[in-house]
């Protein structure tokens, strides 16, 4: 069983521990708490102000070659792209730029991703609400520490994911967490919601009747068609 938790709009002025302390009903035993990983880097300050960013000539040509999918602005927005070709480097965004290229008109998609590497592919911001922030991803061993503390600070099990109506991945799980891959079928559908949704956090809770995922049978199947695309990196 699913519960999106409804907050009030946080602030820069809030922090994660006490934003949970406020907004968690009562945890029973087994639960699994998941956070939203953009709220979570916001609420633990590691957002990027986008005037901290200018872009160079290289991060304003690759921005202008990106073709972001509907709804959705990516790495079209420069200081994003700048910010990645900073963390990751100008030669590696290159070779993502020139293999995307070569592929593309093989309609092989998602290689620019695959060789650019997780900063490029999960990085956030840079348009409403957060259009003054770039809202980087977690590595995965910051991730895994976090959901440590957390673990004990709340005493049940904390996941970090980073989900979209597309799909997405569980980030890192804490030793009493659901597994990924059972959280991932869990959150099919994407019910922590998109943009202003004001559901940033959520419950998973093994439902003791035998159901898997709330919303019927429908939405059990496209959980388990999912499973493969459960990712931790």
């Known amino acids: 069983m699913r519960h999106a938790v409804r907050t009030r709009w946080f602030t820069e002025n809030d922090d994660l521990r006490s934003a949970l302390r406020e907004a968690l ?112 991803p977690f590595t995965v061993s910051d991730a895994q520490a976090l959901c440590a503390e957390l673990e004990t600070f709340l005493g049940a099990g904390v996941a970090i994911v980073d989900l979209n109506d597309y799909g997405g991945s569980i980030r890192a799980v804490s030793a009493r967490s659901l597994p990924a891959d059972v959280l991932f079928a869990a959150l099919s559908g994407n019910p922590l919601g998109q943009r202003a949704s004001s559901t940033p956090f959520g419950i998973v809770r093994r439902d003791d009747d035998g159901g898997s995922v709330a919303g019927g049978s429908a939405a059990g199947e496209r959980s388990s068609q999912q499973l493969g695309r459960v990712s931790q990196h």
């Open 25 to 136: 009903p009562p945890l029973e035993p087994g639960d699994t708490v998941v956070l939203s990983e953009k709220a979570t880097v916001f609420l633990t300050g590691r957002a990027v102000p986008v005037d901290e960013l200018r872009p160079s000539r290289l991060a304003l040509l690759l921005a202008g070659l990106v073709r972001p999918r509907p709804g959705s602005r990516g790495l079209s927005v420069p200081e994003k792209m700048q910010y990645v070709v900073r963390t990751t480097g100008g030669a590696r965004i290159l070779a993502a730029a020139l293999a995307g290229a070569v592929t593309r008109p093989l309609r092989i998609r998602g290689v620019f991703y695959r060789v650019a590497g997780p900063v490029a592919r999960d990085i956030d911001g840079g348009r409403p609400p957060y259009e003054h922030l770039v809202l980087p």
